[in-house]
């Protein structure tokens, strides 16, 4: 799974579905800069999430620097809005 997540920054589905991650998942991953799709979070058990957590935030995982630091390099690199 490693590998999947590393090299595509994806994960395997076997069965189409949806369901929500749980508030405390959602919490921790958008703290770390991914979420999990509901497609996701229908294939694979809570426990099994929280695995995969650590393996994404592991291989491609942000700290609130490195977001913060990519968001104002990418606005300064948008073009200005046109005046109205």
């Known amino acids: ?25 959602l919490a921790r991953t958008i703290e770390n ?20 957590a650590d393996i994404v935030d592991k291989e491609i995982g942000l700290t609130l620097r490195e977001m913060n630091n990519a968001f104002h390099k990418s606005w300064v690199q948008s073009p200005p809005f046109p005046p109205h």
Do not use: C, Q, T
């Not at 800069?33 to 509901?38: E, Q, W």
């Open 1 to 25: 799974m490693e590998h999947l997540i590393r090299l595509f920054k994806a994960v395997e589905i076997k069965h189409g579905g949806e369901r929500i991650p749980s508030k405390k998942l």
């Open 33 to 52: 800069g991914f979420i999990f799709s509901p497609e996701v979070a229908y294939n694979y058990s809570d426990e099994e999430l929280d695995k995969l």
